[in-house]
């Protein structure tokens, strides 16, 4: 069963930092993009960064340019997304998913499947 799981998630104060992982099972992650995204409290969900597959291209959200790294680490079939200088309206269900056409576009979240469940990250003023 192809399955992700993200991690890491939780309360910090602004100007902290988190790291999530995104582990997969039953399927081999380096052969595959992998998009974040992220769902504040009556918001849509939107697209965060993602990596592709093979030459680790990546792409990332205006809104966390210059604070967010996306890497991957094959060996342990996990994506990180490296979140420094959080700010509270970082908040929010972090989500990751995998790149059904690896052209690491998390505007368009139809590419995306295999979903995750979500983490929560809550930053506080």
């Known amino acids: 069963q192809v399955q992700l799981v993200e991690s890491g998630g939780g309360l910090v104060q602004a100007g902290g930092s988190l790291r999530l992982s995104c582990t997969a099972s039953?399927?081999?992650?380096?052969?595959?993009?992998i998009g974040w995204f992220r769902q504040a409290p009556g918001k849509a969900r939107e697209g965060v960064s993602c990596i592709t597959a093979n030459d680790g291209v990546t792409n990332y959200a205006d809104s966390v340019k210059g604070r967010f790294t996306i890497s991957r680490d094959n060996a342990k079939n996990t994506v990180y997304l490296q979140m420094n200088s959080l700010k509270p309206e970082d908040t929010a269900v972090y989500y990751c998913?995998?790149?059904?056409?690896?052209?690491?576009?998390?505007?368009?979240?139809?590419?995306?499947?295999?979903w995750g469940q979500g983490t929560q990250v809550t930053v506080s003023s």
């Open positions: 998913a995998s790149d059904l056409l690896n052209l690491c576009d998390v505007g368009s979240m139809n590419d995306f499947g295999s």
């Open positions: 039953g399927f081999t992650l380096n052969y595959y993009g």
